[in-house]
């Protein structure tokens, strides 16, 4: 720490110099016509290059420098990648180059203007006829050849790991394709973009504790949202038929590789669609982005390949956990069930439900098995209040969540739109708040209302995209895609 502080010091006095000297270290604006990748592109072919013929604009930071005198060699790296700069203290004049060139440190950002040329090497570098210091960087960067290892560093600061990693920069470049690629499938379906509340002052949609915050002018508490489905359900009553929000929900949860309490959803709803036909299209849709992305079905994760050729596999939730205990429990009482999830140290409680309970068996025995693209179907229906009963076993719903990678990337239903049905399910959830469930449901009476409109039969879904963008680029943890993700304060 004190060799840093002794460098940032030495810096501020070249700054304090550079002030002395009548040159601003910080000026307004520079007019760029040429960047580093199109450079390459543009003149690596050629061999043949007379002086002038080639004339660049181009900025960047300096990654390396090299004097040899009255000369020198840098390389700057602007947003498409890196080039080689030449100059000579002749052509741009003794004051810039001594007052300025020789005070450059690695970090700077420099304006140049000069013209392409070939060095005795074969190396595409810019002959500097001029050049302006853009702004004086008073940290130095990560030592060169260590870079920026340490994980909790590289996540507090990003705009570093950005700059010293050059291959963390396509993992962001990848999580804009896919967004990108969402809603170009969704828009050529007729799928309709929105927004909806982000404050709300009855959050709901999913089963999660959400952040609270105070509204003065009202006076009231007001809720940043968990899930954006009841409003969007709100627009299919509406007559909004194909509708779909990509959001940032919020939940008051843990932090794990795969949780952060702010993340990037996306969520459709279809009228006159029920889960079968959502299953149809989430295969779709997620396999158009991988093949978008990396140009066939096949991808690796984490050491497994992964293919998202449709049709994927359809297993109900019994069936996946009796094929993982050796043991059929659907008719299995709440008591013989918690007796089973004691026996792996799965916490159950006196209020927990027997649906509850079906569903931590699932999650501890089955979830993390799942590797290749699989819908989990017919979940309990205490732990899916949202969601349709199956007509020939009204203890289980018309839902599906989806797998890939031992990660859950999805959740669906055949929308609940009876609201008599509706309001009985927020009854129980109530009850189950009132027994300690804390991400139990909360009573909405507005969207019940809306449902007494009359709601069609309607099919909905949700993706992370975190989670999808983490399979797509090989991370092992959200906080290699999310760019700043939430961290405990530094001391």
Known sequence: MEQISDLIKQRITKLEELRNLGIDPFPRKFEVNEYASGIIEKFSGLSDFSEGQFVVRLAGRVISIR????????????????????????RVGEQKF????????????????????????????????DFTLLAKSLRPLPEKWHGLKDKETRYRQRYVDLIVNPEVKNVFLIRTKVIQT????????????????TLQPIYGGASARPFITHHNALGINLYLRIADELYLKRLIVGGIEKVYEIC????????????????????LYQAYSDYQDIMALTEELVSYTVRKIHGSNVISYQGDEIDFTPPWKRIPMLEAIKESLG????????????????????????????????????????????VQPTFITDHPVEVSPLAKKKVD?????????????????????????????????????????????????????????????GMPPTGGLGIGIDR????????????????????????
């Open 468 to 491: 999808l963008v983490m399979l797509l680029t090989d991370m092992p943890s959200l906080r290699d895609v999310i760019l700043f993700p939430q961290m405990r304060p530094e001391d």
């Open 67 to 90: 004097e040899h005198g009255k000369t020198g060699f840098m390389n700057i790296a602007d947003s498409t990648g890196n080039v080689q700069l030449y100059i000579r203290k002749d």
């Open 393 to 453: 076993d009204p203890s289980l719903t018309e839902r599906f969540e989806m797998f890939i990678g031992r990660l859950e990337l999805g959740n669906a239903f055949s929308e609940l739109n009876d609201p008599i049905d509706q309001r009985e399910r927020f009854l129980d959830q109530a009850k189950q708040r009132e027994a300690g469930d804390e991400e139990a449901q909360m009573m909405d009476e507005d969207f019940i209302r809306a449902l007494e409109y």
């Open 182 to 197: 969402i809603r170009e499938f969704l828009n050529e379906r007729g799928f309709l973009e929105v927004e909806t509340p």
């Open 98 to 129: 001594d007052d300025i060139y020789k005070r450059l440190d690695i970090g700077d950002i420099v304006g140049v203007e000069g013209w392409i040329f070939k060095t005795r090497t074969g190396e595409l570098t810019v002959f500097i006829e």
């Open 248 to 267: 940032k929900d919020f939940r008051n949860e843990g932090m794990d590789r795969d949780h952060n309490p702010e993340f990037t959803m996306m969520e």
């Open 327 to 370: 043991m059929d429990i659907s008719q299995k009482s709440r008591e013989e069930l918690t007796g089973i999830a004691s026996k792996y140290d799965i916490e159950t409680g006196e209020h927990t439900t027997r649906g509850k309970i079906i569903s931590l068996l699932f999650e501890a025995l089955v979830e993390h098995n799942l």
